[in-house]
């Protein structure tokens, strides 16, 4: 008001001025007759006036300015006052400044398929309330974020989500919900931009890089649809990578651990209101200082747009940079820039590359490889009663040479090929894999790959220690009642070798000197791969018996009961079936049914044994090995045994040159053979085991010029084991053991 009373009183000493100069040149007869006109020109009325002009605007800024300074002087006056007040208020009522609570609470939302997640909320749940802060961990799938999730922009808390990306880079079962809302409502305008304003949150991603098109999605979605909504990142979003190759830490727990340390300096931060909080005023995240300045945040700008570009990333350039306090020389910049972007051009090489802290490249050496058993998976791998060898084997008691140790019968592998199994031992030189099965007995506690990048141990070793770890297994025995003395001393000493206890064994680099050194010491090999390595089946050295586990028929199925790791699985696994027909000695095909997944696909299954010709196939009734929360299989899943026999009868109508040979109704398991093994009508399945060491050793002695055949060491099968007989594969010398209190039935029936 002030202000406008002032400009009004300007308008008027200007008109005034005009009127006052117009008067005088009125009363001047020279000026007026000189102009054209009696009433003349007005402007130059002005101009002969100016002086007057001059004078009134000088008065009138004058006058404004002292009327703005002491508007001033009196505002001045009313804050000094008002602190004054407000400081004396907080003296007297003994206010403590730190009682304001700057984080009311903090959220932990978890999506987790396998439980590492889970484990890790409620590890951050603890930490965080040894702050004295109130902490809640929530399962996602018991959260509806349609009707929560905008109050937590008002209510002060902070809310962590730690999200674990499954099959195909989608989320887990509990947080399917929770992502597909915030997909869906981070690109609709109802909602609007600033839906989530206020919202301050962190995210941690769990994955496993080997996935290279899917590592770690669900975190990154999930970041950036928060962010599109205008909710505030309070620190770079982590990583947490299963792939103990890869990780920044070693392994998934030590990624969360370094993040989680950061988190908690973070949240301490902003407790005590040391930093600018971010409040979603633009799209940019907090510049923040933690303890030492330890870590600083990039601005991060992104489209309105959901594109594929990441609005905040965190690369492996950050987690290679040097430690906090070093200094960087601006003439190391240019040789930091070039092995960064060699390192990743050398991403597929044989050998891994690492950058110094000052930058320059290296080639890592195998001792600076890591171990693929971290010692997280020890204890779980210990747990499950594996004797783990070096840094990727391991040996394990089968629970069929514990049987036959007590002459209470013996495997499938027994009655098919004669393998005396309380002297077999089952192993493996690699506990990693490229599948990760939905009925794997070992619930995916195995680490994964797609090659070798880990430390790797002799093969003399693995297999010395092998021996010694299963014959120290088998002395467990001694004296235990109902084990038979000559079982448990034949035991210590191992015929047979199953190389496929769990993972790729086929992955060992070096394979065929493990299997030369079993052959020297007359043991025979049973070696199992998944069909994802064809290069590596043509060059394998003669084993006993090669299996190929086919357990599907069709690239659909197929991915949805393996999940293999590699992009191009189907053509991987159509070249490795050609690779096994390329082979002269023994070759299975390894069938599980898995019913309602894959008892179906009965001509496709036909079709891949044309491919790749097997001596034999094994179709066996998938085994349920108790739930698994990174497995939808249930007890639903498993067929009776007539049913695989049904499918096997079926099968084998299909095949023109095969038949069903063999049975092993306890183990659900029956072998259908090539008729070559067909000798005037009766079946020669097993295996002369002498005679195979014989033609292996005539093989390795003049290097490989004299091949021999399936056929060079075959053997009559019993007639027990035969398909049809009245004992279905039980060998009539054991004595069938009955549980639950049901009576022993002597008669091998």
């Given amino acids: 008001m002030c202000l406008n009373n002032l400009f009004t009183a300007m308008r008027a000493i200007i008109v005034l001025a005009l009127l006052f100069g117009t008067s005088a040149a009125t009363s001047n007869p020279k000026v007026l007759h000189s102009s054209p006109g009696y009433y003349g020109n007005y402007f130059t009325l002005i101009w002969h006036n100016r002086i007057y002009l001059y004078t009134a605007a000088v008065f009138a800024f004058g006058l404004w300015f002292l009327l703005k300074m002491v508007l001033k002087k009196k505002s001045f006056s009313n804050d000094v006052g008002f602190t004054g007040v407000h400081e004396a208020a907080k003296k007297d009522d003994l206010w403590d400044r730190h009682a304001e609570r700057h984080v009311s609470r903090v959220k932990i939302f978890y999506g987790s398929q396998t439980g590492t997640a889970k484990s890790f909320a409620k590890e951050l749940h603890e930490d965080v309330r040894s702050l004295g802060l109130p902490a809640e961990a929530i399962d996602m799938k018991e959260y509806d974020p349609e009707d929560h999730l905008v109050d937590e922009c008002t209510s002060k808390s902070v809310c962590v989500f730690l999200v674990a990306t499954y099959t195909d880079g989608q989320p887990t079962e509990n947080a399917e919900w929770f992502c597909k809302w915030l997909e869906e409502a981070s690109t609709d305008f109802r909602y609007g931009k600033t839906y989530l304003k206020g919202l301050r949150y962190a995210v941690f991603g769990l994955g496993n890089s080997v996935y290279v098109g899917h590592y770690n999605t669900v975190g990154k979605h999930l970041d950036k649809w928060l962010w599109m909504l205008s909710g505030a990142r309070i620190m770079t979003r982590g990583e947490g990578d299963s792939n103990v190759v890869k990780s920044a830490n070693g392994s998934v727990q030590a990624d969360f651990l370094a993040w989680k340390v950061k988190f908690m300096n973070r949240l301490q931060a902003l407790c005590e209101d040391e930093t600018k909080n971010c409040c979603g005023k633009s799209k940019t995240s907090c510049v923040t200082t933690q303890g030492q300045g330890e870590d600083v945040e990039e601005n991060a700008s992104l489209d309105n747009t959901c594109s594929e570009e990441e609005p905040f990333e965190s690369s492996s350039d950050e987690e290679a940079s040097p430690p906090s306090g070093s200094v960087l020389d601006v003439e190391d910049l240019g040789s930091m820039m070039s092995s960064v972007k060699g390192a990743k051009q050398s991403g597929g090489g044989d050998q891994m590359v690492k950058r110094s802290k ?315 053979a090539h008729t070559k093994f067909k000798v005037d009508g009766e079946w020669w399945t097993w295996i002369d085991y002498e005679r195979f060491q014989d033609l292996v050793r005539a093989h390795g002695e003049c290097g490989g010029q004299s091949g021999f055949s399936s056929t060079d060491y075959m053997s009559r099968t019993p007639s027990w084991a035969l398909f049809g007989a009245k004992e279905q594969g039980f060998d009539p010398v054991e004595t069938r053991f009955q549980r639950r209190n049901k009576t022993k039935d002597l008669s091998g029936c």
């Fill in 358 to 672: 000052k930058g320059a490249r290296k080639s890592e050496t195998e001792e600076e490889r890591r171990e693929m058993i971290t010692p997280a998976l020890r204890v779980a791998l210990t747990k499950q009663g594996y004797k783990l060898i070096g840094s990727h084997s391991g040996v394990k008691l089968c629970r069929w040479t514990k049987s036959m140790l007590r002459g209470r019968g013996g495997c499938y592998k027994h009655t098919f090929y004669g393998i005396e199994s309380h002297r077999c031992m089952e192993t493996t030189p690699s506990l990693a894999c490229a599948n990760k099965c939905v009925f794997c007995w070992r619930h995916h506690t195995n680490p994964v790959g797609t090659e070798w990048r880990w430390k790797m141990d002799p093969a003399e070793k693995i297999l010395q220690e092998a021996l010694e770890k299963h014959q120290n297994m088998i002395r467990q025995f001694r004296g235990v009642p109902g084990v038979k003395a000559e079982r448990y001393e034949e035991g210590l000493s191992a015929r047979h070798c199953a190389l496929s206890l769990v993972g790729e064994p086929i992955m060992y680099p070096e394979i065929n000197d493990f299997i030369r050194l079993l052959h020297s010491r007359h043991i025979s090999s049973f070696l199992v791969t998944n069909a994802q390595f064809p290069e590596e089946i043509r060059t394998l050295v003669p084993v006993t018996q090669l299996y190929v586990s086919v357990d599907a028929s069709t690239k659909e199925s197929l991915k949805k009961i393996d999940r293999p790791l590699f992009k191009d699985f189907w053509s991987r696994f159509l070249d490795s079936l050609k690779a096994l027909g390329e082979k002269r000695q023994r070759t299975v095909y390894r069938l599980t049914l898995v019913k309602a997944w894959n008892v179906e696909e009965m001509q496709a299954y036909s079709e891949l044994i044309a491919l790749g010709q097997p001596d034999f196939i094994e179709v066996k009734g998938v085994t349920y090995c108790g739930e698994s929360s990174a497995s939808s299989l249930t007890m639903a899943n498993v067929p009776w045994h007539q049913e695989v026999v049904a499918f096997v009868q079926q099968l084998a109508d299909m095949l023109p040159q095969y038949e069903i040979a063999c049975e092993h109704e306890h183990s659900n398991c029956l072998l259908i």
